[in-house]
């Protein structure tokens, strides 16, 4: 009982104190609408506002998650904060589940409005839930654990912030997200199946639109398999340089 009162505690301290604050919503929600739009008013010809959901869907998860989460924790190694954190009486594995659970929570949100908004504008009614929900999910899993695997490089605030917009920038043009990766030179191809947002966007195409470049279960297994690695990885590394 007292492990789970402390780890909702760590939950709800970073809730109130980093992801309702003004500037993260507007962040992570405004800027991929922004973005959406200087899309749409670029486009030479019309465009198909359920063709460019899932990839302002998927942005706003990926900004939403990353865009504090990276920072925070950096901030708080920093400050001794987190030193204070690591002597509850909770493993590591379940401290950092705890301090990611509030940006996994904050991506999901983020990815209902552009959905709502869709839904609002164009209609759209046939959407598979189960896959939507599912794929929504372990994008914002996905998302968070690549944030803290940038969090636990990082030694100063900056390098997270640069850090992580040197993934997240390239991952708006490389995982199909509106440039179909078909599309892509064939010689960056290859990059744009080794990051875990691409087979997100392939599940939310498939529940939207009804197309996929790959199987339900094949995007599915790799998300899992790339959420276990970036947050066995990210324990590793704190385990080796934090703690020592």
């Known amino acids: 009982m007292n492990k789970g009162i402390a780890l909702l505690s760590i939950l709800n301290k970073d809730i109130r104190n980093y992801y309702l ?4 919503i507007s962040w992570g929600m405004i ?7 200087m899309f749409v008013l ?9 063709e460019i959901l899932p990839g302002v869907m998927a942005l706003s998860i990926l900004f939403g998650t990353t865009s504090m989460l990276a920072v925070t924790i950096t901030f708080e190694k920093k400050q001794k904060s987190f030193e204070r954190l690591m002597l509850a009486p909770v493993s590591l594995y379940s401290l950092m589940l705890a301090k990611t659970g509030g940006a996994i929570i904050f991506g999901i949100l983020n990815a209902m409005v552009p959905l709502l908004l869709g839904i609002a504008l164009t209609g759209l009614r046939a959407i ?3 896959v939507l929900m599912g794929a929504i999910l372990l994008i914002a899993v996905t998302s968070t654990f690549l944030g803290l695997m940038i969090a636990v490089a990082a030694k100063e605030v900056f390098e997270a912030q640069t850090f992580s917009n040197f993934f997240r920038f390239p991952m708006i043009f490389l995982c199909g997200l509106f440039i179909p990766i078909q599309d892509l030179p064939a010689l960056i191809r290859p990059i744009s199946y080794m990051l875990p947002l691409t087979y997100g966007v392939d599940l939310l195409k498939l529940a ?3 197309e996929s470049m790959r199987s339900v279960y094949l995007n599915f297994s790799l998300l899992l398999i790339f959420s276990f690695g970036l947050f066995r990885y ?11």
């Open 21 to 24: 604050k003004p500037p993260n």
């Open 31 to 37: 800027f991929p609408l922004a973005w959406t739009l």
């Open 42 to 50: 670029r486009s030479e010809t019309e465009v198909d506002l359920i």
């Open 128 to 130: 598979n839930w189960p």
């Open 208 to 210: 939207i639109q009804t």
């Open 234 to 244: 990210s324990i590793h590394r704190m385990e080796n340089n934090w703690m020592n």
